[in-house]
């Protein structure tokens, strides 16, 4: 009985023109490794290494830059044998430009590791002209971390990586 109702429920939504979920590719940008002026005002860009997994958030830096954006720097070490160690990419995230909230959301996958102040890093948000605060949400997952960019006002987002040492650049305006 269980059987025939799910597969009852699976004709229905095949049927449902409404229940298939649109994918817009144009929304999905892969970062860049150097900086293009390529904004985004709604979207996500993806990037990093997807092999690379042990890696630690060693500092979010925060900084207005006087050409009219606000830069997000988030710098990144590899963990090797409980040492940390420069990694040559960053590991696999994702930033999605959240323009109906007003925010960026940051997930950084893999094996994360926290060591930075997060009280160092929100102080230096307060300067910022875009920035409004950074939420930093505890390390709940084992397998990725996300926290939120919140904005003044829409903004628009350019993400880019560095290598050697690893770190990801999003710049706002």
Not at 107 to 119: C, R
Not at 161 to 167: K, M, V
Request: aromatic letters at 10%; glycine letters at 4%.
């Amino acid at each position: 009985m269980i059987q025939w109702i799910f597969a009852s429920f699976l004709v229905l939504i095949s049927l449902n023109p409404l229940a298939h979920a649109q994918f817009d590719d144009l929304k999905f940008k892969q970062a860049l490794k150097v900086k293009k002026d390529f904004y985004l005002s709604e979207g996500a860009f993806t990037g990093g290494d997807r092999t690379s997994s042990d890696f630690t958030v060693s500092n979010v830096r925060v900084a207005a830059n006087p050409a009219g954006y606000d830069r997000v720097v988030i710098d990144l070490s590899g963990n090797q044998l409980g040492e940390k160690s420069a990694m040559a990419r960053p590991p696999f995230y994702l930033i999605e430009v959240d323009s109906t909230g007003q925010r960026v959301l940051v997930t950084l996958y893999g094996k994360p590791k926290l060591d930075f102040s997060t009280l160092s890093s929100k102080q230096s948000a307060k300067k910022a002209k875009i920035i409004s605060d950074l939420e930093f949400t505890p390390l709940a997952n084992k397998d990725r971390w996300t926290w939120a960019i919140h904005t003044r006002h829409v903004a628009k987002a350019e993400v880019f990586e560095l290598t050697a040492p690893a770190r990801i650049i999003i710049d706002l305006k």
